[in-house]
């Protein structure tokens, strides 16, 4: 297949390539160049991209595909039937919104581990599914294996990890939607913690904390954690532990602002929460903000689904256009949301770039999103491992 006429903007901020030819064989990008001096093979299907401009699928780091939140639209007592059924639902409006890989931070009844085997097996379309299994915390945390003591934390990891995490979610402070506990203490002690991160790394797992808490992120980060999620109240000095460090920072910068304000009413979030949530939110961004100047490893994510509307656009790129509100370039933001998480994920010989070699997963805009990350608004093809299942330029118009 070739993708022709298309312009592939440059994740570096350089000068774009103009007028190209993407052929794609399989799964992956066979080759890139301009369209003089890049042969199109005459048994190639050739999908016209003049004035569209292709990028690599965009990458969510923090994503729940069965997000259940208290309100009046809470599902109770769901069986994880129908769990799987609303997290393969929720899967395939990810990637049809241009989202080719997602991260699950905390999925319930191992539903995350069946629904990415039938996505990977090619039984269903779906994003490439990296999940923690199940938020392991200490009783009463913000999660649902709840266990206590260094032996419990060590068996707990091991079970998400035989289940087929490839991450492990901790809770390590409490979250903003909590009615117990105090969002910046540190309940882990420090062999629960030390512990839980040991044995995820001899297994050559990764470890994530949900994080409000400086005070806990200082602790995770002595105990070697690799990445911290939310992060409402990091200090600059927690911030700049993390740059030395190289701890990965998943700022979920939607869910505190004032766009998701839509999604709590709708579900019927009650007052409280929504005061809670004004009120963290005036911290968070000033946090995003320190944590660009002081060059922390940003990788997108949202806690929210993907697709999840968000003033006038989707919840992943609404969280790329915050990014560029509180200082980073457009290029920087969309690298972001591409090639910054497939280097948390240590998958970035594979994804997250455009580039011979890679999988094919390539999303088309109409302008170029290093010059105004709002080009992102205007998604319109989506292409995963060398699959169509995006095009509407080409969709059937509708008689009316
Ligand atoms: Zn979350």
Known sequence: MALVGGNVADLAGKAPLLDAVVLVEGERIKAIGPRATTPVPTDATVVPMQGKWLIPGLMNMHVHLALNLPGAARIYGETADSMALRTLDNAQKSLLSGVTTIRLTGSDAGVDFTVKRAIDSGMFAGPRIHTAGSSIVATGGHGKTEVNGAAEFAKAVREQI?????????????????????????????????TAIEVAHRNGVKVTGHSGSPIATDVAIDAGIDCIEHGYFLTPDVLRKMKAKGVWYVPTIVVSQSGARAFYKKIGSPDWYLARVDSVGKAHIGVLRTAITT???????????????????????????????????????????????????????????????YYADIVAVDSDPTRAIGALRTIGFVMKGGKIVRNDAAAVPTAN
Do not use: C
């Not at 490839?166 to 969002?183: A, V």
């Not at 994920?345 to 070699?357: Q, R």
């Open 162 to 194: 035989k289940a087929g995490a490839t991450w492990i979610k901790l809770g390590i402070s409490g979250g903003i939607s909590d009615t117990h506990g105090d969002i910046g203490a540190s309940p882990f002690t420090d062999d629960e913690l030390k």
């Open 295 to 357: 060059g922390v490893n940003i990788a997108l994510g949202t806690d929210q689904y993907p697709w999840e509307p968000n003033e006038g656009t989707t919840a992943t790129v609404r969280e790329a256009e915050i990014y560029v509100d509180a200082g980073m370039t457009p290029a920087q933001a969309l690298r972001a949301a591409t090639i910054e998480p497939a280097r948390m994920l240590g998958v970035d010989s594979e994804v997250g770039l455009l580039k011979p070699g």
